[in-house]
Nanobody, 124 residues
Framework: QVQLMESGGGLVQPGGSLTLSCAAS????????MGWYRQAPGKERELVAT???????NYAASVQGRFTISADYSKNTVFLQLNNVKPEDTADYYC??????????????????WGQGTQVTVSS
């Protein structure tokens, strides 16, 4: 129904910057919210940041002030700017979207879709 494709992961040195992108495609009627989660080795998946269609944002305390989420909902795309990265930011980063699909019945909540993930490694 809906596919999410992340890009932009890679190796970055501590204190460096990286930008992740995620584009949604498929049977999209309206995207209510997009966001990023991450999962480090041996740890549970955790919220990084979200942004609503009204541009309201929410950040995890661990990334507040260092990461910036933005979106272009005309292109169904969300971005995550990572600044001043730390080794503890090393993780697989997953894009998510809450989507009203074109074949969805009226009154039904949006469906959550996930990307395959992109790896971010912070190391010198």
């Amino acid at each position: 129904q809906v596919q999410l494709m992340e890009s932009g992961g890679g190796l970055v040195q501590p204190g460096g910057s990286l930008t992740l992108s995620c584009a949604a495609s498929g049977s999209i009627f309206y995207i209510n919210q997009m966001g990023w989660y991450r999962q480090a080795p041996g740890k549970e998946r955790e919220l990084v940041a979200t942004i609503t269609n009204a541009r309201s944002t929410n950040y995890a305390a661990s990334v507040q002030g260092r990461f910036t989420i933005s979106a272009d909902y005309s292109k169904n795309t969300v971005f995550l700017q990572l600044n001043n990265v730390k080794p503890e930011d090393t993780a697989d980063y997953y894009c998510t979207a809450a989507v009203f699909t074109t074949d969805q019945e009226m009154g039904v909540p949006p469906l959550d879709f996930w990307g395959q993930g992109t790896q971010v490694t912070v190391s010198s």
